[in-house]
């Protein structure tokens, strides 16, 4: 070309390489733009080549014939290419204009259609030009650009928009890069001519070999790069800045670090990867990764805004798929149904179901939203695959393709991917997010919404009360005092363990190991009031309902009347839930389509047709794969236990029989509504007189012993709507007074209606009344509850002591007339009348000692840290006695995210949030903030690198290891090994400061209380100049303590600065909650400043520093040191609380201290030396 010989010139290679490449020095080509020196500052050069075009050299692809075999040839990949910013190569490239290309993944083997295989080979040199590095630096890139793999290999072409060989400046932003280094042997001449030394360079031999180097861990790592670069920086040949400018091109082979870079490059362009979110037309309901969404829908969420939906349309959003699968629109067909998990077919499943989920039926899939509505260009997908995640491996032509599905919770498959449900045009979607408080480790987040005036509260968490003394849930709170009443309708709840929970909680701190108490609904076991009664122990179980009273949704209430808390259930009236039918057992036999009773109604149903509960009380739920879906009895042991099983796709072994809504299958019908009876035993002090029903008297209908005080009595009655029960009874000799001393009785009560409001009635119900006197009661008007006017004046008490009705549950109350000489007496309830109120039933209730502030609202933990449960909610109210609030959470502004970051070694994703009181929540996993090696979350601002002051409260501290940690950082780079300096609390060693004064050093501390767990407590770090401060206090009022000042030298012209958090395990979030955070500049404080004394001359106390001394002429002599010494210590804030290690002068020649006289406080804080 132009007179020159192509062939002639690539032949030339091998000259080269044989002579002047390994035997002479080549000069460098500073005159191409692509290699001028004032440009190459990172001391570092590289090339990266996407083709091979020369065969039978076993790298690349290329074969013979060359024609058909060597067309587009791809190399040996060796990087993942993650962007080439166009204004980097412009030197080298000649394109004028600006942009940007970003390769998603690391595509080496052009299966996703993203970069394609690339090689990368470079190598770098010493600062210091007569370093044999730098000296032979044009031979090696001879050797790596023209020899090696030009001329061995075949490698050619650059990738667009970059240079194929430059300076790193210029070159495209990859994971890594290989590497050769020189290695030479040198001979010199050395001349004397009697007067004169002189020397030349004799012979040289170079060998090329792959670089020897460390990497980011300081382990061996050769032919890499980074790592050689690494070790150049350890040796001293290049700088700290040099290291870091090759890390932002070298990013590291962590899959998610190209991700990172190119989102960090997207920031200073101002932009954000993802997409934009329609909100007026999409509610977005899952995300994960850069589609993140941090409060995330449940089921019930979910399906009520499905339910609006006007064309049932969601959209599953993808990212780095193909443009086939970037947006895929789902269209269902068919209605959904109470048996269908619509949200778990969805977006966590890969099921089949042949009722509710099979393709072209069921639902169909679209490319755009246009085609969805119009119901045009379906995808052909009869061969779904319902065994993979949605889209079920299908393409739009129909055609099978792998890994293109993603399960959200727990994440799998597929990274960043979002689904999002079709809003309603005509009404308006009544959704508003609240902030949430996570209490203890939950591995996914949690959220709090209201959709439609329903609150919704989702949850993972390993549970309430289950793991000793150490709880993790989700928690809908404010700040509380004094007296509480706190009401709530548990309306739904979908669980994943049998020790799930939702309800009411009272609490007094925001730690795991909290003093508490609640009520709850169980996953298994009914309504639990439990709690904890010291902080840190395990958990009291005060009462648990089972299926004697409401289960799965429940009214319920938790009071709180000084150091007494009680807990009540609100008695539903009969519920109609229709027919139902028990289904013969056989092999495959279910419930048809739409006639399954649902999990609340299971229950009653199971009961009418012949069930019977555990003998522990417990109806169990479960994912059971070979019983029917739905409510179902257990045949084979003949108890025929009531069940409901989940599992929408389980078939039924032929060994239970399916309880159905009534329908046309050929089975015997009974009635679940209706005339019920309902049977009581009793007991009473000392003889039963008579027993009025409905103003009846049906005291012969009553069994047992009348005259015996400790008999057992049973009467059974047919039930009538607003009758009045009236038990009268007369105390052989009651002239004596006290408490709880005169008539009493003991009474249970069922129902063959389990929805009645007599079913689970006893004297621990509340809305009882008692009339007394010394003549026999006989006024009808009394009996039928209207005469309250002559109840006693003194209140009934209760207790279960004395309790005197065998088989009976030890947890219910025995009412007693407390009245003296009242020897007749009537007990009397109307269960379903106004009279008595709202049919509180009484459950159970705890005395302990619990601080007067608290915080109180809804937990909820789905008792599996890998699932979420989610509780909807309506009517929440508290009133407490100083500020009654009829539903004061409601009205908090929603929690706001802030800008936060993962640094270096973590695990999983962090977040932060401002809640709407101005609290920060970080939460975060990571390494640890110690050694050579950092990982953590951070919310970082950019500072000036002047002088300031750090400073916040840690409100709470949620660790998930004793080495976890939580405060204030100010940080040179984000890199892990990055200098640094922490001051803030661990999980169980108090407080810390640890600060790192160099790139990859060993990190060094100071602690304050080790082996002591502080949750709590004020954190400063201060810097002036380059000493850096941290101080700790536990209140506001206190005086800050200083832990220790150190030097720590920076350049940079900025530094991170801000909060952060390290859980210290990888799989792990610990959360810190921060408030007061304060940045300010500062100036000398008093435990820094000089101080000056009272007595001439002045002697003054100069502040600690790498270059500190006394002015010179201005030292203390040695003969006066001691005593100069001690009349400072007594001006000085910072050794004043001190004691002294020793009464002597220490006199020695340290090669790291200041000349002359100084003091020195020793590393545990606690003593001083004068030396």
Same mark, same amino acid.
């Given at each position: 070309?132009?007179?020159?010989?192509?062939?002639?010139?690539?032949?030339?290679?091998?000259?080269?390489?044989?002579?002047?490449?390994?035997?002479?020095?080549?000069?460098?080509?500073?005159?191409?733009?692509?290699?001028?020196?004032?440009?190459?500052?990172?001391?570092?050069?590289? =090339?990266?080549?996407?083709?091979?075009?020369?065969?039978?050299?076993?790298?690349?692809?290329?074969?013979?014939?060359?024609?058909?075999?060597?067309?587009?040839?791809?190399?040996?990949?060796?990087?993942?290419?993650?962007?080439?910013?166009?204004?980097?190569?412009?030197?080298?490239?000649?394109?004028?204009?600006?942009?940007?290309?970003?390769?998603?993944?690391?595509?080496?083997?052009?299966?996703?259609?993203?970069?394609?295989?690339?090689? =990368?080979?470079?190598?770098?040199?010493?600062?210091?030009?007569?370093?044999?590095?730098?000296?032979?630096?044009?031979?090696?890139?001879?050797?790596?650009?023209?020899?090696?793999?030009?001329?061995?290999?075949?490698?050619?072409?650059?990738?667009?928009?970059?240079?194929?060989?430059?300076? *790193?400046?210029?070159?495209? #932003?990859?994971?890594?890069?290989?590497?050769?280094?020189?290695?030479?042997?040198?001979?010199?001449?050395?001349?004397?001519?009697?007067?004169?030394?002189?020397?030349?360079?004799?012979?040289?031999?170079?060998?090329?070999?792959?670089?020897?180097?460390?990497?980011?861990?300081?382990?061996?790592?050769?032919?890499?790069?980074?790592?050689?670069?690494?070790?150049?920086?350890?040796?001293?040949?290049?700088?700290?800045?040099?290291?870091?400018?090759?890390?932002?091109? /070298?990013?590291?082979?962590?899959?998610?670090?190209?991700?990172?870079?190119?989102?960090?490059?997207?920031?200073?362009?101002?932009?954000?990867?993802?997409?934009?979110?329609?909100?007026?037309?999409?509610?977005?309901?899952?995300?994960?990764?850069? /589609?993140?969404?941090?409060?995330?829908?449940?089921?019930?969420?979910?399906?009520?805004?499905?339910?609006?939906?006007?064309?049932? #349309?969601?959209?599953?959003?993808?990212?780095?798929?193909?443009?086939?699968?970037?947006?895929?629109?789902?269209?269902?067909?068919?209605?959904?149904?109470?048996?269908?998990?619509?949200?778990?077919?969805?977006?966590?499943?890969?099921?089949?179901?042949?009722?509710?989920?099979?393709?072209?039926?069921? +639902?169909? /899939?679209?490319?755009?939203?246009?085609?969805?509505?119009?119901?045009?260009?379906?995808?052909?997908?009869?061969?779904?695959?319902?065994?993979?995640?949605?889209?079920?491996?299908?393409?739009?032509?129909?055609?099978?393709?792998?890994?293109?599905?993603?399960?959200?919770?727990?994440?799998?498959?597929?990274?960043?991917?979002?689904?999002? %449900?079709?809003?309603?045009?005509?009404?308006?979607?009544? %959704?508003?997010?609240?902030?949430?408080?996570?209490?203890?480790?939950?591995?996914?987040?949690?959220?709090?919404?209201?959709?439609?005036?329903? /609150?919704?509260?989702?949850?993972?968490?390993?549970?309430?009360?289950?793991?000793?003394?150490?709880?993790?849930?989700?928690?809908?709170?404010?700040?509380?005092?004094?007296?509480?009443?706190?009401?709530?309708?548990?309306?739904?709840?979908?669980?994943?363990?049998?020790?799930?929970?939702?309800?009411?909680?009272?609490?007094?701190?925001?730690?795991?190991?909290?003093?508490?108490?609640?009520?709850?609904?169980?996953?298994?076991?009914?309504?639990?009031?439990?709690?904890?009664?010291?902080?840190?122990?395990?958990?009291?179980?005060?009462?648990?309902?089972?299926?004697?009273?409401?289960?799965?949704?429940?009214?319920?209430?938790?009071?709180?009347?000084?150091?007494?808390?009680?807990?009540?259930?609100?008695?539903?009236?009969?519920?109609?839930?229709?027919?139902?039918?028990?289904?013969?057992?056989?092999?495959?036999?279910?419930?048809?389509?739409?006639?399954?009773?649902?999990?609340?109604? =299971?229950?009653?149903?199971?009961?009418?047709?012949?069930?019977?509960?555990?003998?522990?009380?417990?109806?169990?739920?479960?994912?059971?794969?070979?019983?029917?879906?739905?409510?179902?009895?257990?045949?084979?042991?003949?108890?025929?236990?009531?069940?409901?099983?989940?599992?929408?796709?389980?078939?039924?072994?032929?060994? +239970?029989?399916?309880?159905?809504?009534?329908?046309?299958?050929?089975?015997?019908?009974?009635?679940?509504?209706?005339?019920?009876?309902? *049977?009581?035993?009793?007991?009473?002090?000392?003889?039963?007189?008579?027993?009025?029903?409905?103003?009846?008297?049906?005291?012969?209908?009553?069994t047992g012993d009348h005259d015996r005080w400790d008999a057992v009595n049973t009467v059974t009655f047919t039930e009538v709507s607003n009758a009045t029960m009236a038990i009268y009874a007369r105390e052989g000799n009651c002239n004596w007074g006290g408490t709880c001393t005169c008539s009493g009785f003991v009474m249970e009560c069922t129902s063959t209606d389990p929805a009645s409001v007599y079913h689970?009635?006893?004297?621990?119900?509340?809305?009882?009344?008692?009339?007394?006197?010394?003549?026999?009661?006989?006024?009808?008007?009394?009996?039928?509850?209207?005469?309250?006017?002559?109840?006693?004046?003194?209140?009934? =008490?209760?207790?279960?002591?004395?309790?005197?009705?065998?088989?009976?549950?030890?947890? *219910?109350?025995?009412?007693?007339?407390?009245?003296?000489?009242?020897?007749?007496?009537?007990?009397?309830?109307?269960?379903?009348?106004?009279?008595?109120?709202?049919?509180?039933?009484?459950?159970?209730?705890?005395?302990?000692?619990?601080?007067?502030?608290?915080?109180?609202?809804?937990?909820?933990?789905?008792?599996?840290?890998?699932?979420?449960?989610?509780?909807?909610?309506?009517?929440?109210?508290?009133?407490?006695?100083?500020?009654?609030?009829?539903?004061?959470?409601?009205?908090?502004?929603?929690?706001?995210?802030?800008?936060?970051?993962?640094?270096?070694?973590?695990?999983?994703?962090?977040?932060?949030?401002?809640?709407?009181?101005?609290?920060?929540?970080?939460?975060?996993?990571?390494?640890?903030?110690?050694?050579?090696?950092?990982?953590?979350?951070?919310?970082?601002?950019?500072?000036?690198?002047?002088?300031?002051?750090?400073?916040?409260?840690?409100?709470?501290?949620?660790?998930?290891?004793?080495?976890?940690?939580?405060?204030?950082?100010?940080?040179?780079?984000?890199?892990?090994?990055?200098?640094?300096?922490?001051?803030?609390?661990?999980?169980?060693?108090?407080?810390?400061?640890?600060?790192?004064?160099?790139?990859?050093?060993?990190?060094?501390?100071?602690?304050?209380?080790?082996?002591?767990?502080?949750?709590?407590?004020?954190v400063k770090l201060e810097k002036l100049d380059d000493a850096y401060s941290g101080y700790w206090k536990h209140n506001e009022e206190d005086e800050w303590n200083l832990v220790d000042t150190v030097t720590v030298e920076s350049s940079e012209p900025d530094l991170y600065t801000g909060l952060v958090v390290s859980s210290k395990k990888q799989d792990q979030l610990a959360t810190a909650v921060f408030s007061?955070?304060?940045?300010?500049?500062?100036?000398?404080?008093?435990?820094?400043?000089?101080?000056?004394?009272m007595t001439p001359p002045d002697l003054y106390l100069w502040p600690a520093g790498s270059t500190s001394e006394c002015p010179e002429g201005a030292s203390v002599p040695q003969d006066d040191c001691l005593e100069a010494a001690l009349l400072l210590i007594e001006n000085s804030d910072i050794f004043q609380p001190l004691t002294s290690a020793n009464s002597q002068l220490n006199v020695n020649d340290w090669?790291?201290?200041?000349?002359?006289?100084?003091?020195?406080?020793?590393?545990?804080?606690?003593?001083?030396?004068?030396?």
């Open positions: 070309v132009n007179g020159r010989n192509i062939y002639g010139d690539a032949g030339n290679v091998q000259n080269v390489y044989d002579g002047l490449a390994q035997y002479g020095v080549i000069s460098w080509p500073g005159h191409l733009s692509n290699f001028e020196l004032d440009k190459c500052t990172t001391n570092a050069a590289m =090339c990266c080549w996407p083709s091979d075009r020369q065969a039978d050299d076993n790298n690349g692809n290329c074969a013979t014939p060359y024609d058909s075999n060597c067309e587009d040839s791809d190399p040996s990949d060796n990087t993942n290419l993650c962007y080439v910013d166009f204004e980097k190569g412009v030197l080298s490239t000649g394109f004028a204009g600006t942009g940007n290309s970003v390769h998603n993944g690391d595509d080496g083997n052009n299966q996703y259609e993203a970069e394609g295989p690339i090689h =990368c080979h470079g190598f770098a040199w010493a600062n210091d030009e007569s370093d044999f590095t730098s000296s032979y630096k044009a031979n090696n890139l001879f050797y790596v650009s023209m020899y090696d793999h030009m001329s061995q290999r075949g490698y050619v072409r650059n990738i667009q928009g970059a240079p194929m060989c430059a300076c *790193t400046e210029q070159m495209p #932003i990859v994971s890594r890069s290989d590497c050769t280094q020189v290695d030479v042997e040198e001979e010199f001449e050395i001349h004397y001519d009697g007067g004169q030394w002189s020397g030349k360079l004799a012979k040289v031999y170079i060998d090329f070999n792959a670089c020897e180097g460390f990497d980011r861990r300081g382990n061996n790592d050769n032919n890499d790069l980074w790592a050689y670069m690494n070790r150049l920086y350890r040796e001293g040949k290049i700088t700290i800045d040099q290291l870091m400018e090759i890390g932002k091109v /070298l990013v590291g082979d962590d899959p998610d670090m190209c991700s990172t870079s190119v989102n960090d490059f997207y920031s200073t362009k101002g932009m954000e990867r993802g997409h934009n979110e329609d909100d007026s037309v999409w509610v977005k309901v899952a995300g994960v990764n850069s /589609l993140k969404m941090d409060q995330p829908f449940g089921k019930a969420s979910f399906d009520a805004v499905f339910a609006e939906s006007p064309n049932q #349309i969601a959209l599953r959003r993808c990212v780095y798929c193909k443009n086939y699968h970037r947006e895929i629109y789902y269209k269902r067909l068919t209605p959904i149904t109470s048996e269908f998990n619509h949200y778990m077919h969805l977006l966590n499943g890969h099921y089949e179901n042949e009722d509710y989920y099979v393709y072209g039926t069921d +639902f169909e /899939l679209y490319s755009t939203y246009e085609d969805a509505v119009a119901g045009v260009n379906e995808w052909e997908c009869e061969n779904y695959q319902y065994g993979q995640f949605f889209p079920g491996n299908c393409r739009p032509d129909g055609g099978a393709e792998g890994n293109v599905g993603a399960r959200m919770i727990p994440h799998a498959g597929r990274s960043d991917v979002a689904w999002y %449900i079709e809003k309603s045009k005509d009404k308006s979607t009544g %959704i508003t997010d609240y902030p949430i408080t996570t209490v203890g480790s939950t591995k996914i987040d949690g959220s709090v919404r209201s959709v439609d005036n329903v /609150l919704h509260i989702t949850a993972s968490g390993h549970g309430i009360g289950t793991n000793g003394n150490n709880d993790a849930f989700n928690f809908y709170e404010e700040p509380m005092t004094g007296d509480l009443t706190m009401t709530v309708d548990l309306t739904h709840f979908d669980f994943v363990g049998n020790w799930a929970m939702a309800g009411l909680m009272i609490r007094e701190s925001l730690e795991p190991g909290s003093k508490s108490v609640n009520l709850l609904m169980s996953g298994h076991y009914g309504l639990v009031m439990n709690g904890r009664g010291e902080t840190n122990a395990n958990y009291n179980s005060w009462h648990t309902n089972y299926a004697n009273g409401p289960m799965f949704a429940a009214t319920m209430k938790l009071v709180r009347e000084g150091n007494t808390f009680k807990s009540y259930y609100l008695k539903e009236p009969a519920k109609e839930v229709g027919e139902a039918t028990l289904v013969t057992a056989g092999e495959g036999t279910r419930c048809e389509p739409g006639y399954s009773f649902s999990k609340e109604d =299971c229950l009653q149903a199971g009961l009418s047709v012949g069930g019977t509960l555990r003998s522990n009380g417990e109806l169990p739920v479960g994912n059971w794969g070979h019983t029917p879906p739905g409510c179902f009895l257990y045949s084979p042991d003949g108890d025929y236990a009531i069940h409901w099983g989940t599992n929408s796709n389980a078939k039924n072994d032929g060994n +239970f029989q399916p309880v159905c809504k009534s329908s046309t299958a050929s089975s015997s019908a009974v009635g679940v509504s209706g005339a019920s009876t309902t *049977t009581c035993r009793l007991a009473i002090d000392d003889y039963l007189a008579s027993f009025y029903y409905d103003g009846i008297d049906i005291t012969k209908s009553v689970g009635l006893s004297t621990s119900t509340a809305g009882w009344r008692s009339i007394g006197g010394n003549v026999a009661i006989t006024d009808k008007a009394v009996l039928s509850g209207e005469n309250a006017a002559n109840d006693f004046d003194t209140s009934l =008490c209760t207790s279960t002591s004395s309790f005197s009705l065998q088989g009976g549950s030890a947890e *219910t109350r025995k009412i007693w007339a407390a009245e003296r000489y009242s020897n007749f007496v009537v007990f009397a309830i109307n269960p379903d009348s106004q009279d008595t109120g709202e049919q509180w039933v009484y459950m159970s209730e705890t005395t302990l000692a619990m601080s007067d502030n608290v915080y109180a609202g809804i937990a909820v933990t789905s008792a599996r840290s890998d699932n979420l449960a989610e509780a909807t909610f309506v009517n929440y109210e508290i009133e407490q006695n100083i500020y009654p609030s009829a539903s004061p959470s409601l009205s908090l502004a929603p929690t706001m995210i802030v800008p936060s970051r993962d640094v270096g070694n973590y695990g999983l994703a962090g977040s932060s949030s401002m809640t709407g009181d101005g609290r920060y929540v970080l939460k975060g996993t990571g390494r640890d903030i110690s050694y050579r090696d950092d990982g953590f979350h951070a919310m970082f601002e950019n500072l000036e690198n002047g002088n300031f002051s750090i400073s916040t409260y840690v409100n709470s501290f949620d660790f998930v290891h004793g080495e976890a940690k939580a405060g204030v950082m100010s940080r040179f780079f984000l890199c892990n090994k990055s200098p640094n300096v922490f001051m803030g609390l661990t999980g169980t060693n108090g407080f810390q400061m640890i600060w790192r004064k160099c790139m990859d050093c060993n990190a060094e501390h100071s602690e304050v209380d080790s082996n002591v767990r502080y949750t709590q407590g004020w007061d955070f304060s940045v300010e500049e500062a100036s000398p404080s008093p435990t820094s400043s000089p101080v000056p004394t090669n790291f201290t200041p000349c002359g006289c100084f003091l020195w406080r020793g590393k545990k804080n606690k003593t001083y030396y004068i030396d």
